[in-house]
């Protein structure tokens, strides 16, 4: 198990930013690509961004491009997700993933999951 912990979520105003932040444990850790998801009440688990195990390849949502940066340290062994210029429509819970293989947006391909964090957007 990969067991990861997310931080970092709270109450913020339109075109605010938060920071949020995974911890994972195991020795594995390194080789695992980890991505972000969030999920909005009534509506089902969407992909926001995901990091190869590199840190070379990052992929993300149409809808967060340009506002959201997903970094890893390998060394600290975290990601975190830097989200600048939050809308009303970015809340939701955020989740940690993570997989053995490749960056994907699939939540199913994604083998370890967090908590969540409650990320809250207040117009």
């Known amino acids: 198990q990969v067991p990861l912990v997310e931080s970092g979520g709270g109450l913020v105003q339109d075109g605010g930013s938060l920071r949020l932040s995974c911890a994972a444990s195991g020795r594995t850790f390194s080789t695992y690509a980890m991505g972000w998801f969030r999920q909005a009440p009534g509506k089902e688990r969407e992909f926001v961004a995901a990091?190869?195990?590199?840190?070379?390849?990052?992929a993300y949502a149409d809808s967060v491009k340009g506002r959201f940066t997903i970094s890893r340290d390998n060394a600290k062994i975290t990601v975190a997700l830097q989200m600048n210029s939050l809308k009303p429509d970015d809340t939701a819970v955020y989740y940690c993933?993570?997989?053995?293989?490749?960056?994907?947006?699939?939540?199913?391909?994604?083998?370890?999951w967090g908590q969540g964090t409650q990320v809250t957007v207040s117009s």
């Open positions: 993933a993570a997989r053995t293989w490749d960056v994907t947006t699939a939540p199913s391909e994604y083998n370890y």
């Open positions: 990091i190869n195990w590199r840190g070379t390849t990052r």
